[in-house]
């Protein structure tokens, strides 16, 4: 099977405080990762409205804090439907300022028949509304140092999914976020155009396969063939660096072993083969714990920094398999 896991190599930097014991380098990746439901290849079209009450008239001057800001539902749900639509998940989405009327103004939760109405009249087969848009801000200083005042915005955005032919909601979301903005020059008409624009973003993993920016982080001292394969990842030469990473893989010294199994595992992450990375990531975690060493005082065993380092790592691969077989369940629709 195809494997759909696309990773980009991003800028690499020097990082020497995650395992005290050994030099380590960190770079970027950026990964597709599964939408959070998975729905039939047949579901093809969805429009989106907006479903929020009118938003926050702003100050004419300056922000207003402590005070919680109605976000502008309908850049919310521009901004949402443009990102499902630059996915190209969906063959068609919609966005409409179709009124969806008030069958319920307090969960703005609407009747199967004003659905029924608004697919028809959209032509779509599922439905995706925005219902709650709302910034809560407060005033702050970001660090005690710091003499310049920032204003916090707590977001949360609801949107829930209709499909046809059903009495309640299909998915019910709620995102919540954190954002912060320089006091200088701020109003509450760009505290909630922002929040806005942000919150369109937020929703939008429900739906649709997403990038998603991870930091990984791979051995590059401890002898002359983890320096020459650090050489050869600055200049993007991953084949090259793995058959520095074999050398050392295949020496007689257990802890370059070690460091090397776990730098093969990454090299084996970026080609796209998981079971693989998982292989050698394991196996550099088994070799990890026979640096163990007993507790001062006490008969329990003391992991090694590099052992929880490795197990970290080896935790985020199985997450990312799993992710894998549900993102290659979704994008079959592109092979029919």
Same mark, same amino acid.
């Given at each position: 099977?195809?494997?759909?896991?696309?990773? =980009?190599? #991003?800028?690499? @930097?020097?990082? +020497?405080?995650?395992?005290?014991?050994?030099? !380590?380098? %960190?770079?970027?990746?950026? *990964?597709?990762?599964?939408?959070?439901?998975?729905?039939?290849?047949?579901?093809?079209?969805?429009?989106?409205?907006?479903?929020?009450?009118?938003?926050?008239?702003?100050? =004419?001057? #300056?922000?207003? @804090?402590?005070? +919680?800001?109605?976000?502008?539902?309908?850049? !919310?749900? %521009?901004?949402?439907?443009? *990102?499902?639509?630059?996915?190209?998940?969906?063959?068609?989405?919609?966005?409409?300022?179709?009124?969806?009327?008030?069958?319920?103004?307090?969960?703005?939760?609407?009747?199967?028949?004003?659905?029924?109405?608004?697919?028809?009249?959209?032509?779509?087969?599922?439905?995706?509304?925005?219902?709650?848009?709302?910034?809560?801000?407060?005033?702050?200083?970001?660090?005690?140092?710091?003499?310049?005042?920032?204003?916090?915005?707590?977001?949360?955005?609801?949107?829930?999914?209709?499909?046809?032919?059903?009495?309640?909601?299909?998915?019910?979301?709620?995102?919540?976020?954190?954002?912060?903005?320089?006091?200088?020059?701020?109003?509450?008409?760009?505290?909630?155009?922002?929040?806005?624009?942000?919150?369109?973003?937020?929703?939008?993993?429900?739906?649709?396969?997403?990038?998603?920016?991870?930091?990984?982080?791979?051995?590059?001292?401890?002898?002359?063939?983890?320096?020459?394969?650090?050489?050869?990842?600055?200049?993007?030469?991953?084949?090259?660096?793995?058959?520095?990473?074999?050398?050392?893989?295949?020496?007689?010294?257990?802890?370059?072993?070690?460091?090397?199994?776990?730098?093969?595992?990454?090299?084996?992450?970026?080609?796209?083969?998981?079971?693989?990375?998982?292989?050698?990531?394991?196996?550099?975690?088994?070799?990890?714990?026979?640096?163990?060493?007993?507790?001062?005082?006490?008969?329990?065993?003391?992991?090694?920094?590099?052992?929880?380092?490795?197990?970290?790592?080896?935790?985020?691969?199985?997450?990312?398999?799993?992710?894998?077989?549900?993102?290659?369940?979704?994008?079959?629709?592109?092979?029919?």
């Amino acid at each position: 099977m195809k494997q759909y896991l696309l990773i =980009l190599l #991003g800028s690499i @930097v020097g990082m +020497t405080s995650c395992v005290s014991v050994a030099t !380590v380098e %960190e770079f970027s990746v950026e *990964s597709l990762l599964p939408a959070d439901i998975t729905f039939a290849p047949t579901v093809k079209t969805i429009a989106v409205i907006d479903n929020t009450e009118p938003a926050s008239i702003p100050a =004419l001057n #300056g922000v207003t @804090v402590k005070t +919680t800001l109605q976000a502008d539902g309908s850049i !919310v749900a %521009e901004k949402l439907a443009t *990102s499902i639509a630059d996915a190209n998940y969906f063959d068609k989405v919609v966005i409409s300022s179709t009124s969806a009327g008030n069958d319920n103004p307090k969960t703005r939760v609407l009747h199967p028949d004003t659905v029924k109405n608004i697919l028809e009249e959209l032509g779509a087969d599922m439905l995706l509304t925005v219902d709650k848009a709302k910034i809560k801000t407060r005033s702050m200083y970001t660090d005690y140092r710091d003499e310049l005042p920032y204003v916090s915005g707590a977001v949360t955005v609801q949107t829930r999914l209709y499909m046809p032919g059903r009495v309640k909601p299909f998915q019910n979301f709620v995102d919540r976020d954190t954002l912060y903005w320089p006091l200088v020059e701020l109003t509450d008409k760009i505290v909630i155009t922002e929040a806005s624009e942000y919150m369109g973003d937020m929703a939008m993993k429900h739906v649709s396969p997403y990038w998603n920016e991870e930091g990984r982080y791979y051995f590059s001292g401890g002898s002359i063939n983890m320096r020459d394969a650090a050489v050869s990842m600055r200049e993007n030469d991953w084949d090259l660096a793995f058959d520095s990473w074999m050398l050392d893989y295949k020496g007689k010294s257990k802890k370059k072993k070690m460091r090397a199994a776990y730098n093969i595992g990454l090299y084996y992450e970026m080609k796209g083969d998981m079971q693989t990375a998982i292989k050698y990531v394991q196996e550099a975690r088994d070799m990890a714990v026979g640096n163990a060493r007993p507790k001062q005082d006490s008969t329990l065993m003391r992991l090694p920094e590099e052992w929880i380092f490795i197990d970290r790592y080896l935790n985020t691969l199985q997450q990312k398999e799993l992710l894998l077989q549900k993102l290659n369940l979704q994008l079959e629709r592109f092979n029919e």
